[in-house]
T-cell receptor
Framework: GAGVSQTPSNKVTEKGKYVELRCDPI?????LYWYRQSLGQGPEFLIY????????DSGLPNDRFFAVRPEGSVSTLKIQRTERGDSAVYLC?????????????FGPGTRLTVL | KQEVTQIPAALSVPEGENLVLNCSFT??????LQWFRQDPGKGLTSLLL?????REQTSGRLNASLDKSSGRSTLYIAASQPGDSATYLC??????????FGKGTLLTVNP
């Protein structure tokens, strides 16, 4: 595709529920990143994939958060037992090359609201 | 731990004015620095990428400079327009792979 796409654009869920957020990177980009942005803050790193493997998941806040990228393209961020504090905009980015330090291109984000 | 600070937090200028946004970072061991634009409720649009070996990059009315040794970058916007109104974010990539962001500068250009 022309750019990074994310679905859904908005997700409202109840505390304790499970959610999945999807990211489609730019075609051919091997690196994929997830970030989380709270109101009034800059995005914060969650996880970085190079191909199918998670090269760095040090930003995941706890074990309720998990992400996969089984075929090296689409990625899904999964959140179990959601809490109100998980409410934020979840951003996905992709870049070309294998260094992990290329220019990152962002999707429009998924706004998650946990009631 | 890398920390990125952006000053000012908010800026309001009349249309046509030239302006400078500032970004500073605590660890000078960076690989590159990116400036982004974010419109309300939207994702991030990459404006300029400066590699650590570069001093500046230009795109249209935008010019970004980098002084790696002092941990500073500036984004210069010439002849500002109301359509430039947005939040501008600075981010750096260090020895790890992740972008570390500042909190952004909210720019309002008044007609």
């Amino acid at each position: 595709g022309a750019g990074v796409s994310q679905t859904p654009s908005n997700k409202v869920t109840e505390k304790g529920k499970y959610v999945e957020l999807r990211c489609d990177p730019i075609s051919g980009h091997t690196a994929l990143y997830w970030y989380r942005q709270s109101l009034g803050q800059g995005p914060e790193f969650l996880i970085y994939f190079q191909g199918t493997g998670a090269a760095d998941d040090s930003g995941l806040p706890n074990d309720r958060f998990f992400a996969v990228r089984p075929e090296g393209s689409v990625s899904t961020l999964k959140i179990q037992r959601t809490e109100r504090g998980d409410s934020a905009v979840y951003l996905c980015a992709s870049s070309s090359g294998t260094s992990g330090r290329g220019e990152q291109f962002f999707g429009p984000g998924t706004r998650l609201t946990v009631l | 731990k890398q920390e990125v600070t952006q000053i000012p937090a908010a800026l309001s200028v009349p249309e046509g004015e030239n302006l400078v946004l500032n970004c500073s970072f605590t660890d000078s061991a960076i690989y590159n620095l990116q400036w982004f634009r974010q419109d309300p409720g939207k994702g991030l649009t990459s404006l300029l990428l400066i590699q650590s070996s570069q001093r500046e990059q230009t795109s249209g009315r935008l010019n970004a400079s980098l002084d790696k040794s002092s941990g500073r970058s500036t984004l210069y916007i010439a002849a500002s327009q109301p359509g430039d109104s947005a939040t501008y974010l600075c981010a750096v990539v260090g020895s790890n792979y992740k972008l570390t962001f500042g909190k952004g500068t909210l720019l309002t250009v008044n007609p």
